[in-house]
């Protein structure tokens, strides 16, 4: 369990409310990294601004002028780290970011004097000097690499960069660029011809003596999946936490990006059996019967309405649902502090078998260490699902996309039940582009929601947006990403982010937001793994950590998983290990009168019947303040205040045939309960 939160962070963004400061205008910083000897411009040098705890508020690559441009920070005083591979990183602290003047600041950075792995060099004498920055790469090293070519090969080396299109390679070195060509189609460009003995950095010497030793037969081996680490944060199961740190620590981002995700409306639809009606169209109306927020319920039969998301005028009251071409009217509708709205419809039970899944994935540069390895695991995920969803009918799309002015802006593969389709795209692409920090992900986006061919009925709609950078900002960008978030929701489209090494705050509080306004869920990878740069901790009180496969899959499983119309609940096929302590993992197969987790041995708990109809009994004999009742993703259906009662009762009867857990926290610890709601 990694616990988040630290009194410094608290403390900077409470002083900084309390000052007024959020409201001001934010700030900039911009400027040029150089090699420290030559002053030449060092292209791809990540720039982190950090606050005083040490977490990353704003981060970019530079150009190929080796230009920077950070925005928007909110003004105050950070410690600004530079790092380049090959280079020594270098930090300045007691930056001051003022508000509506850019703040400039170049840097100048000295080659490290330690060794990296190898690029094969030949010469009549030695050429690798361990006291002068070095890469040597071998063919096996290149061949258990994650890349497809000769060219990521070598831009690993300090100083060296490729185009966005693979084919050219750029070498820098104290006395300027030299001209030729390694295997023919990989061209080394330039102007000035350095001393072949002396000035070239990376162990390089004369063009004529440059070669490849050993070519790999087979550069295109991938990397094995199950390697990236990744955490979820289900802000639906930590809502009244949502709501303290959206007002608190990320509030100005939320005003930045005029998103507020708070006023929630959930609405449960069930038949009269119980099971839960999939895919219903649900039109939120105010009380002048405008439009307010379309959605579809879930394949748990519920719907996530949202008043005042863009608008704050906006305020909901009722409810439109539309099935098996009837309208059902539900007025008076209640915000979720007051509860759940529930309703039951006399309609056959008709359940939809098909599941779109979308992948949307960030190919810039700045991609480059974790691309390989996405598509290793984007690949196996779609194998183990079919196994794990053999009822199902699946349906795969994906979109890769760089930014204006690279060599695409955005490549797709529409929708296919032949997943293959989706599988052999996604292994034939590369990053490459970007450098201004925000890219294409609006056009992606417009892409895949509104161009691709959804499913008409689906049990679940699934976007995995996989990403390091926001979108561009702008007025024009603000209304086509609101209006982007409105067209996902009325599609039922669940948007699940993959937020990878990058993510600055102002970009994690929107990919949460967009989450929560598609019924989605924010997902994030972390260090442990060792893949990529550095991720930053997501502001929270604590998460779990899991190989992203597992997560992926998953995620997936409980986004689609539906009881059969005229059986009782269904046991999870999928074979995924859950994290130790998470709770709420639907796919453990857990005894129903098993507890889980590690609570203390010595509180009774016992509730029954299980299964049961309606009514369950509950045990206790420790005094404890609260407990809930929670579906499978988490999301809080009933909090009973306790205080000194042992026994009480708790009715299911509303709620769809299916799996729910009974929490409360007894002695510090979490004891958690599985109950199962029977037709």
């Not at 183990?384 to 009918?393: A, G, T």
């Not at 349906?395 to 929708?415: L, Q």
């Not at 061919?453 to 086509?480: C, Q, T």
């Amino acid at each position: 369990m990694k616990m988040l939160y630290s009194l410094a962070f608290g403390l900077m963004f409470s002083f900084l409310c309390c000052n007024g400061v959020a409201q001001t205008r934010p700030g900039s910083l911009r400027g040029t990294v150089m090699d420290f000897a030559t002053g030449e411009p060092l292209t791809f040098a990540r720039v982190s601004v950090k606050d005083e705890a040490g977490v990353v508020i704003s981060t970019g690559v530079t150009d190929m002028d080796g230009k920077y441009n950070l925005n928007p920070i909110a003004p105050g005083e950070y410690t600004v780290e530079v790092s380049l591979i090959g280079y020594q990183t270098v930090k300045l602290r007691r930056v001051i970011i003022s508000p509506h003047v850019p703040t400039v600041q170049d840097f100048k950075m000295s080659l490290a004097s330690t060794a990296l792995s190898e690029v094969v060099i030949v010469e009549d004498r030695p050429l690798i000097e361990k006291t002068k920055s070095s890469k040597i790469t071998t063919a096996e090293d290149i061949q258990n690499m994650a890349v497809r070519d000769i060219t990521f090969a070598a831009s690993k080396a300090a100083g060296v960069s490729r185009t966005s299109g693979n084919s050219t390679v750029f070498f820098q070195n104290p006395q300027g660029v030299w001209n030729s060509s390694i295997l023919g189609d990989i061209t080394i460009s330039g102007a000035a011809h350095p001393n072949p003995l002396t000035d070239f950095n990376i162990g390089f010497m004369s063009p004529d003596k440059v070669e490849i030793l050993d070519e790999p037969k087979e550069l295109n081996k991938m990397p094995e999946a199950r390697i990236l680490t990744a955490g979820e944060i289900h802000d639906f199961s930590k809502w009244e936490l949502w709501k303290d740190i959206s007002d608190d620590q990320l509030k100005q981002w939320k005003e930045y990006w005029n998103i507020a995700p708070l006023e929630r409306y959930s609405l449960q639809l069930t038949f009269t059996n119980g099971i839960p009606i999939v895919d219903a169209e649900v039109v939120f109306k105010d009380r002048r019967g405008k439009v307010i927020w379309t959605c579809r319920t879930d394949n748990t039969g519920k719907a996530e309405m949202w008043s005042k998301l863009f608008d704050q005028d906006q305020e909901g009251q009722r409810a439109e649902i539309h099935y098996n071409d009837r309208i059902f009217t539900v007025d008076g509708l209640k915000p979720i502090t007051q509860g759940m709205n529930i309703m039951q419809i006399d309609e056959p039970c008709n359940l939809p078998e098909v599941l779109d899944i979308s992948f949307v994935v960030d190919a810039t540069g700045s991609m480059s260490d974790e691309i390989a390895f996405l598509k290793a695991e984007l690949g196996d995920v779609i194998g183990r699902i079919q196994s794990v969803l053999n009822h199902s009918s699946i349906r795969t799309s994906s979109v890769f996309y760089c930014d204006k002015g690279d060599e695409y802006v955005t490549r797709e593969s529409d929708f296919s039940d032949n997943v293959s389709q989706t599988e052999n795209f996604i292994q034939e692409q590369n990053a490459g582009g970007g450098g201004d920090y925000p890219e294409a992900l609006i056009e992606a986006m417009e892409v895949a929601v509104n161009k691709f061919k959804w499913s008409n009925k689906a049990v679940s709609r699934i976007m995995f947006l996989v990403l390091d950078a926001p979108p561009h900002y702008g007025e024009d960008e603000l209304r086509r990403l609101h209006q982007l978030l409105k067209d996902a929701a009325r599609k039922g489209i669940r948007i699940i982010p993959i937020a990878s090494s990058g993510i600055d705050k102002r970009t994690e509080y929107l990919l949460r937001s967009m989450a929560l306004a598609t019924n989605g869920t924010y997902t994030f990878l972390t260090d442990d793994s060792g893949v990529g740069d550095s991720h930053i901790e997501p502001t929270t009180d604590s998460y779990e950590v899991e190989l992203l496969n597992d997560l992926m899959v998953r995620l997936i499983h409980q986004f689609a998983f539906i009881p059969a119309c005229m059986n009782q609940a269904m046991e999870a096929k999928v074979s995924v290990d859950p994290p130790d302590q998470a709770l709420e993992n639907p796919l453990h197969p857990n005894d129903p009168d098993h507890t889980e987790g590690a609570g203390p041995e010595d509180v009774f708990f016992k509730l029954y019947p299980n299964p049961t109809r309606d009514l369950v009994n509950i045990e206790l004999d420790k005094e404890v303040e609260e407990l809930f009742l929670t579906d499978l993703r988490g999301k809080i259906l009933q909090r009973k205040e306790i205080g000194k009662e042992r026994s009480f009762q708790l009715s299911l009867g509303n709620y769809p045939v299916g799996t729910y857990f009974i929490r409360f926290q007894a002695e510090k610890k979490w004891i958690t309960r599985q109950i199962i709601r029977k037709a």
